[in-house]
């Protein structure tokens, strides 16, 4: 049973330097979403696509930030200039459209430090 | 503005005892999902309820949902150390996506002692 996977786990990086993570949702869920959680706090949404579409962005994403998921499997999230305030955990979630639940199945969550 | 609120927002009790943890949210929603967040980890879904009245179980934890006072409860039954964690609640809007416009409360940190 293969779940969400995400890459790397950890990133440290300084201050103006660009970062890429990765995510690979379960295999036949269509859609997939990224999160970003800071330390205390829920989870706060940041984008999702459908297949190979990104249907919704959050206006927490700045023109940093961009996603993609070119082939509508994997999807890739990539901060540009990252400022210290971009510290966080970025998870990634799949679902399954048409399932009746709904239910959104997360990955482990990069973390990421800005130094 | 929408609004899921958890309470309380950390909990300390010990082993065998009984505890429930409240979701209370601000909008018309008849989808409510319980998720597990041990530090450093990621979220581990635990209960998703779909309908007002609906009640989940599995093992010490009883998850409950009344979409009429917009309220669901997390019941802990004796609880044991294995259950310290953080708790969070989220919510689909009706009239939302609801595969993606998840509204998250802030978390219950629970730790029980021995």
């Known amino acids: 049973d293969t779940g969400v996977s995400q890459d790397p786990r950890h990133k440290i990086t300084k201050r103006g330097q660009n970062v890429t993570f990765r995510c690979d949702p379960i295999?036949?869920?269509?859609?997939l979403y990224w999160y970003r959680q800071t330390l205390g706090q829920g989870p706060e949404f940041l984008t999702y696509?459908?297949?190979?579409?990104?249907?919704?962005k959050s206006r927490l994403l700045s023109d940093r930030f961009s996603a993609e998921r070119p082939k509508g499997s994997f999807s890739t999230l990539e901060i540009q200039r990252t400022e210290q305030g971009d510290s966080a955990m970025y998870l990634c979630a799949s679902s399954l459209s048409g399932s009746y639940s709904y239910e959104q199945y997360f990955g482990p969550g990069t973390r990421l430090t800005v130094t | 503005e929408l609004k899921v609120e958890q309470n309380p927002l950390f909990l300390s009790m010990q082993e065998g005892k009984n505890y429930t943890i409240y979701c209370n949210y601000s909008t018309t929603s008849d989808r409510l999902y319980w998720y597990r967040q041990d530090p450093g980890k990621s979220l581990e879904s635990l209960f998703v309820?779909?309908?007002n009245g609906a009640v989940k179980q599995e093992g010490r934890l009883m998850a409950s949902l009344d979409t009429k006072a917009r309220l669901s409860t997390l019941h802990i039954t004796a609880a044991v150390h294995d259950l310290s964690a953080t708790y969070f609640c989220a919510v689909a809007p009706v009239g939302g996506d609801s595969n993606y416009q998840l509204i998250w409360g802030a978390g219950t940190k629970l730790i029980i002692k021995p």
């Open positions: 696509f459908q297949n190979e579409a990104q249907l919704e």
């Open positions: 309820l779909l309908s």
């Open positions: 295999s036949e869920h269509n859609r």
